[in-house]
């Protein structure tokens, strides 16, 4: 059975991302599809609008086969580690043939010669990067300039730096750059991104909208309003977490845990946090004390720069609230890879893969976390539990749903 990875977030589902599946069925030849999902927290540092089951759900409704869980140590992280994590999940399976991401211009070979390049990090990359940032540019512009610079023969540096601007084609060469550095002969493909872009607010005249779009849909004026953009399957999912008080999740339902942590803790223990850099954390308790209103939004409109964007803000913020710690999520402890394979879901097809799965990865197949230790997966149950606490309706079942509740069978 020949089976093609895809790295997910479904926050929410779309049809867009309908689409994506089915190209990556159409573009591999794939018999079955193994998703790669972050779980509560998000790439970008923010909380699904839905919880990760269902998430799960939708994906397996709209074609996916196997849903894994993206640990929160790699979830919650800049596109390299990001990348790594959900690439290695997939390479660790032994059973995925292939891989198939969106992006903004379909132009695999580019992506793959720059990739190339980079898998082995040249001399003077990181150097570069930090004098760009001391020239004001952010994380994703100063890598985005640098790597340009060192466009291999036959990408002009100038299309390489548009190229590297779009964030898909950001995060496929990073999917790409991890395959380099595993070894893997999982073969890529991608798929080119159509109708909305990623970050476009509104949606357009089709079908097919961002993420950010529906999303702002939902907050405004709940599930109905994204009816036109997203599968009837997630539209009947929505409905039933909004009845259930279990969404939306956005910021906001943790202002009182987040302000609270970030308000009590001396400079010396922000600093240890993941992504508190550069002196983060004195412009945190500067910025706490003279905020207009105690609300999330409030803390990061007053904490984004230039050089700080939100996204990092976000991350910064996620990992404070999950008390994540610069030893936890070292670069060190990253490049070990993720140390097991949690399935979240899956349906016939993907039971039939999962036993296959279970003769052929070189990790713990897991699929009940309370048969199974591992430090990563102790802060996978405290990013849910930590989730659960922000829902309408507290329910502490849920809230350790890890524990209790099996993997999603469609």
């Known amino acids: 059975m020949k089976a093609v990875g895809v790295i997910v977030e479904y926050n929410p589902l779309h049809n867009g991302h309908v689409y994506h599946l089915q190209e990556a069925r159409r573009l591999s030849g794939a018999d079955a599809v193994v998703a790669v999902m972050s779980g509560p927290f998000l790439q970008r540092g923010e909380p699904a609008i839905v919880g990760k089951r269902a998430r799960t759900e939708m994906a397996l409704h709209a074609g996916a086969d196997l849903v894994l869980e993206l640990p929160v140590a790699y979830a919650v992280q800049p596109a390299e580690w990001f990348a790594f994590g959900a690439v290695s999940l997939l390479h660790r399976t032994g059973v995925v043939d292939s891989l198939c991401f969106g992006s903004e211009s379909g132009d695999l070979d580019s992506l793959q010669r720059i990739a190339r390049v980079l898998s082995v990090e040249p001399a003077g990359m990181r150097e570069d990067i930090a004098r760009r940032l001391r020239e004001g540019a952010s994380y994703p512009a100063a890598y985005a300039g640098a790597a340009a610079a060192l466009a291999p023969g036959g990408v002009d ?27 893997s002969a999982i073969q890529p493909f991608t798929a080119a991104r159509t109708g909305a872009a990623y970050h476009e607010a509104t949606p357009g005249p089709g079908a097919i909208a961002s993420a950010t779009a529906v999303r702002r849909l939902l907050m405004a004026d709940g599930p109905n309003a994204a009816a036109p953009y997203v599968p009837a399957a997630t539209l009947a999912i929505l409905h039933r977490e909004w009845q259930g008080g279990r969404a939306p999740i956005h910021w906001e339902r943790f202002a009182q845990p987040l302000l609270h942590l970030a308000a009590t803790r001396r400079a010396s223990e922000l600093e240890r946090i993941a992504e508190v850099t550069e002196g983060l954390e004195h412009r945190l308790s500067r910025t706490l004390a003279q905020l207009p209103e105690p609300s999330v939004e409030a803390l990061l409109n007053a904490l984004k720069t230039k050089r700080y964007t939100r996204t990092k803000l976000q991350r910064m913020l996620a990992h404070l609230l999950l008390n994540h710690t610069k030893a936890e999520c070292s670069p060190e402890q990253l490049a070990a890879g993720p140390g097991y394979l949690r399935v979240l879901g899956f349906n016939a097809q993907g039971q039939r893969l ?23 997966l102790e802060l996978d149950i405290q990013a849910q539990v930590a989730y659960g606490l922000a829902c309408e309706h507290r329910d502490t079942r849920k809230m350790f749903s890890d524990y209790y509740e099996s993997p999603v069978r469609l």
């Open 157 to 183: 540096a100038h299309d390489a730096a548009a190229l590297l601007e779009q964030p898909n084609n950001s995060l496929g060469l990073h999917y790409l750059i991890a395959l380099q550095r595993l070894g």
């Open 354 to 376: 999962l036993k296959q799965m279970k003769k052929t990865a070189s990790l713990p197949v897991v699929l009940k976390p309370s048969t199974f230790t591992h430090n990563q």
